[in-house]
């Protein structure tokens, strides 16, 4: 088994700011991902990395960048905090294969005042 | 329209009585995930099926590739088994498509 950690657990920001959410995994997963949760709704890919060195955009790219700075971690930053931004933030990791079971961590809730 | 799609979109059941929850495909799907949110909102696995059927204690999943749905039967309801059920299509090479969720109170 593993576990995926999220930092931080809440992120308050400014509108306009940048922010960065980190997700670490000891899964030893060479796939990563970042998903947006809006409130009551389903999740929505916005960036994955398939292996280390590979950054991919997902649905929901516009206003990210993404970096996979190690094979554990991948961080997901807001380029310019917008109001309507404030969601649930899930990083998730899985074995090599576009078909593979991922695993979720618990979550960055993002508030944008 | 939607690709993945749950019904229903909220249920209530009595503790200890039977439901199932029902997720329709409008595209080719050959692999599917079930997930549980709790009300913490963390995102518990459940199952990860290919055609076919897998059990889990109370909890029952079948996958009908055929006729694209996939169905999730949860047996002597708890009160724990409260939360948001997800399915998600999880065919298209990394891009894992969810539904949008049914949420489920079980009332004591």
């Known amino acids: 088994g593993g576990i995926i950690t999220q930092t931080p657990k809440f992120l308050i920001g400014q509108e306009g700011q940048k922010l960065t959410l980190k997700c670490q995994q000891n899964?030893?997963?060479?796939?990563m991902y970042w998903y947006r949760q809006d409130s009551g709704k389903g999740l929505r890919l916005i960036y994955y990395?398939?292996?280390?060195?590979?950054?991919q955009k997902g649905d929901l790219s516009e206003g990210y960048d993404a970096s996979r700075e190690k094979k554990s971690s991948f961080s997901l930053t807001v380029t310019s905090a917008q109001k309507n931004e404030m969601a649930v933030f899930l990083c998730?990791?899985?074995?090599?294969?576009?078909?593979?079971?991922?695993?979720f961590g618990p979550g960055t809730r993002l508030t944008v005042l | 329209g939607d690709q993945v799609k749950q019904s229903p979109s909220a249920l209530s059941l009595q503790e200890g009585t039977n439901s199932a929850l029902r997720c329709n495909f409008s595209i080719a799907t050959t692999t599917v995930q079930w997930f549980l949110q709790n009300p913490r909102g963390s995102l518990m696995n459940l199952f990860y099926l290919v055609p076919g059927t897998k059990e889990n204690g109370r909890l029952k999943s079948t996958f009908n590739s055929k006729e694209s749905y996939s169905t999730l039967h949860i047996r002597d309801a708890q009160l724990e088994d409260s939360g948001t059920y997800f399915c998600a299509d999880d065919t298209n090479a990394y891009k894992v498509i969810f539904g949008k969720g049914t949420h489920l109170h079980v009332l004591p």
């Open positions: 990395s398939i292996t280390e060195n590979d950054l």
């Open positions: 899964f030893n997963h060479d796939t």
């Open positions: 998730a990791s899985s074995r090599l294969g576009g078909d593979a079971e991922q695993f």
